[in-house]
């Protein structure tokens, strides 16, 4: 069984390695049961779904900044603000905007392997960051 400590890194730590791009070491980060909710439909679980979760960010320069860390038993959760530069978001062109928007993720480790994580990002902010207007149904 992990300690409080050694979760909370390994949380930092994932957001260490999306930001330096190392799909590899985050992988062996997982375990291969490993899914993620509130991100893309359907991921593939373990390191299958990560590599898919980064094939579908196409290029990208990104910087995430830990705010806050709080784990209690097996569950850490990580606040954090993301700078990025993206091709396109859902869909809608960046035209070289960069972004910054914030998250929210838990983790639930065990063993010392994320198995399950729960993802709330400000989407929306994003979005309209980007240009995009939201306009009532006629």
Known sequence: ???????????????ELVSEHKLEELCALVAPTWIMHGGPPKLSPGSDGLRELFAS??????????EDVIAEGDKVVVRATNTCLQESFLGIPSH??????????????????????????DDLGRVLQLGARIEPAP
Do not use: D, Y
């Open 1 to 15: 069984m992990s300690s409080i400590q050694e979760n909370k890194s390994i949380a930092r730590r994932f957001l």
């Open 57 to 66: 960010f196409g290029p990208i320069e990104q910087q995430w900044s830990i």
């Open 96 to 121: 070289g905007r960069r972004q910054t928007f914030t998250a929210t993720f838990i983790h639930r480790v065990a063993e010392g392997k994320i198995v399950e994580t729960w993802r709330n990002a």
